[in-house]
């Protein structure tokens, strides 16, 4: 059946995938009845719509996979089974009207309550227009109390204006006016009460409140599941999985971001505590390039969770000094006495070979649909389509999510399901994957000094001569992309 999903204006590469995800996570984890949801779901526009207008119809199973789809989204706003829609409200008189009276009387029974909702986009809507535009729907025969909390029905009449491009929004072509049952809408109290600000422990690079819930969900992260982020650093991915039941696991080469952090009560364990969350079954001092894991120790995780380290705010590092690294020295053994303050010497890990790393090491651990879910860099000037993304043979890219940081710098979020088992051809396959990735990739990936390229001192001088090239943005100026 087809519903309408309206979506919050924000963050609007996401929206379609988290969906689509949420679609499989109940199918296949919660509710094997639905039967089986396609990775593409069916969508389309109302007509004339921009694809970045926040109104889609998405065609569902069922009605109540459609609820658990809009009661967990970050990005949902509500989902609606629409009764009538139209240009005007005599279309949509009609519309309603028109739309068969066994799907709408079980709802406007006498002994039901019921709740109608006035809402718009792109324009303002008084509280007396709200009452005139309610008691114009006296054609619709409600036979229920009107309730305004917590009723049985709640309806929705939306309007869309025809506002043109003049007030930083997606064009409208034309005026749209829906109105519809609430079949299911979003908890946004997630959002504040796990928002940043007011975290117990924090470092430089800790993940966004509203992003890190958006990746748990790509992750299909549930109860029963285990998650890993070998970047842990806070944790604050892990405690977005913690929240929907998921177990988690993280590492981070700083021994003291995962043991330390600034005392007994400011930690990475703390920040589990505040939320009253399950604490991860371990936090692992280990490096990304030389993992911890048992040679014969394959298929653990059901999903993999991170933002690399790319050289913006923090650089990647990994084992090894100088000296070691240039071989004057063989490696040491840690005194005995020293082992308990001893923070091992690293050097500069470019994001190259991160990824690499991370891909290998999804390959080997996660189960077999198991997802990973991380952020990759892309430099603006280049033509985003053109992008050349990570490949490993074990997985196939199922979505990719811009997010535009700044002029010249966006970051993508990356979803891969693994649909192979790895083996040591596999692993080979993916070397070579691998070096042709690094002959075709610019070289800020492999010096792994993303910082220069985005922030260059050479910025201000192409700006002032008026380099059309970092000066003019290919893509539309509205309130959404940037966000």
């Known amino acids: ?238 405690v977005a999985a913690a929240h929907f039941g998921a177990m988690t696991m993280g590492a981070d080469i700083d021994i003291r971001v995962v043991r330390d952090g600034r005392g007994p009560d400011r930690n990475v364990w703390s920040n589990f505590k505040q939320y009253g969350l399950p604490m991860p079954l371990g936090l692992l001092r280990a490096d990304n390039n030389l993992p911890p894991w048992r040679p014969m120790l394959k298929e653990v995780f059901d999903a993999i969770i991170c933002d690399p380290p790319y050289g913006v705010r923090a650089g990647g590092r990994k084992s090894g000094g100088r000296k070691l690294l240039k071989g004057a020295v063989q490696p040491y053994t840690v005194p005995d006495d020293k082992r308990t303050d001893h923070i091992p010497s690293t050097a500069p890990y470019s994001l190259v070979e991160c990824v690499h790393d991370l891909l290998d090491l999804a390959a080997k651990m996660l189960v077999m649909g198991g997802r990973l879910v991380f952020f990759y860099p892309v430099l603006r000037e280049e033509d985003f389509k053109e992008t050349h993304f990570p490949e490993h043979p074990c997985f196939k890219l199922i979505s990719s999510s811009e997010q535009i940081l700044s002029s010249r710098y966006s970051r993508v979020l990356l979803t891969m399901v693994k649909t192979g088992p790895y083996t040591e051809e596999i692993a080979e396959a993916a070397r070579i994957k691998h070096i042709e990735f690094k002959e075709n990739h610019l070289k800020w990936l492999e010096d792994g000094n993303l910082h220069s390229a985005v922030f260059s001192p050479a910025d201000a001088q192409l700006t002032e001569a008026g380099d059309s090239k970092f000066t003019k943005d290919p893509k539309p100026k509205y309130r959404g992309k940037y966000v």
């Open 1 to 238: 059946m087809w519903y309408l999903c309206v979506f919050f204006h924000r963050l609007l590469d996401y929206r379609r995938p988290e969906v689509e995800s949420l679609a499989q996570l109940f199918a296949s984890f919660e509710d094997p009845q639905n039967g089986d949801v396609p990775s593409q779901l069916q969508w389309k526009l109302p007509p004339h719509y921009h694809a970045d207008s926040p109104f889609h119809f998405v065609n569902l199973p069922s009605e109540q996979l459609a609820r658990k789809i809009a009661n967990r989204s970050i990005l949902v706003k509500g989902m609606y089974e629409l009764w009538g829609e139209g240009g005007s409200y005599e279309e949509l008189k009609e519309s309603v009207l028109s739309y068969p009276d066994e799907r709408k009387l079980s709802y406007l029974d006498s002994d039901s309550t019921f709740k109608i909702t006035v809402d718009s986009f792109g324009k303002v809507i008084s509280l007396e227009e709200q009452k005139e535009l309610i008691h114009g729907l006296s054609y619709i025969p409600f036979k229920g109390r009107v309730k305004l909390k917590n009723p049985d029905h709640n309806f929705w009449l939306i309007e869309v204006d025809n506002y043109g491009g003049n007030n930083g929004l997606p064009p409208i072509v034309q005026k749209r006016i829906f109105f519809g049952r609430e079949v299911g809408v979003a908890d946004r109290k997630l959002i504040p009460t796990y928002q940043l600000k007011s975290r117990n422990y924090l470092g430089p690079t800790a993940m966004d409140a509203e992003m890190a819930f958006l990746m748990a969900n790509q992750a299909l992260a549930t109860s029963g599941t285990l998650i890993y982020d070998p970047f842990v650093g806070t944790g604050s991915i892990l």
